[in-house]
Nanobody, 118 residues
């Protein structure tokens, strides 16, 4: 399985962006898909996850109400709609996959840069 994130860019505070993660190689064993982000001075942090089959969603507190994660099972795509962006949202955003029966995310995409200026 391979993941390819796209949709990043440079925006102003208050703007919106939509990230997309294309999943190739099959999703039958996928339990969760998630978005993480990382800055040079912070560890990679969890942003949001969505259960591939049930659709159950979890958000990190700082993005709840501003970001929306969704998936399209038919197209093998996961999205992250980001609204009311803040400078502190600036990071490289990665999509990740966790398989059923595993305790961690094993498959990661290459990441897409999001830069929010004030």
């Amino acid at each position: 399985v391979q993941l390819q994130a796209s949709g990043g860019g440079r925006v102003q505070a208050g703007d919106s962006l939509r990230l997309a993660c294309a999943i190739s190689g099959g999703t039958s064993s996928t339990l969760l898909m998630a978005w993480f982000r990382q800055t040079p001075w912070n560890e990679r942090e969890f942003v949001a996850s969505i259960a591939w089959y049930s659709g159950n969603i979890v958000y990190e507190d700082s993005v709840r109400g501003r970001f929306t994660i969704s998936r399209d099972n038919a197209k093998n795509m996961v999205y992250l709609e980001m609204k009311y962006l803040k400078p502190e949202d600036t990071a490289i955003y990665y999509c990740a996959r966790r398989r059923a029966g595993r305790s961690s995310y094993e498959t990661w995409g290459r990441g897409t840069q999001v830069t929010v200026s004030s």
